[in-house]
Nanobody, 115 residues
Framework: QVQLVESGGGLVQAGESLRLSCVAS????????MGWYRQAPGKQRELVAS???????NIADSVKGRFTISRDSAKNTVYLQMNSLKPEDTARYYC?????????WGQGTQVTVSS
């Protein structure tokens, strides 16, 4: 059974950093398209960053230059490094794995940025 477990969220002040982790089980992340999404209250879930199985990455314009996505295949883990956090980054962040049209979501981790 494929499972994704996120961690690393928390309450920080504007300008600080956080690193989110997504540990995968029941799958090998190196053959999956992995992504981080976020959803703020009253808003739609949006893509923050993604990483293809070939190593190509895509970062949303709203976080470009501040967030980076990376993988550690040995740990079967995907990371989202978030720097220079802003109050508008406050949301629940979800890890996503996709392959051949199927996808799996984690339960999410809350990030709250105070001004």
């Amino acid at each position: 059974q494929v499972q994704l477990v996120e961690s690393g969220g928390g309450l920080v002040q504007a300008g600080e950093s956080l690193r989110l982790s997504c540990v995968a089980s029941g799958m090998i992340i190196s053959i999956y398209h992995m992504g981080w999404y976020r959803q703020a209250p009253g808003k739609q879930r949006e893509l923050v960053a993604s990483s293809t199985s070939r190593g190509n990455t895509n970062i949303a314009d709203s976080v470009k230059g501040r967030f980076t996505i990376s993988r550690d295949s040995a740990k079967n883990t995907v990371y989202l490094q978030m720097n220079s956090l802003k109050p508008e980054d406050t949301a629940r962040y979800y890890c996503n794995a996709q392959r051949y049209g199927s996808q799996t979501w984690g339960q999410g981790t809350q990030v709250t940025v105070s001004s």
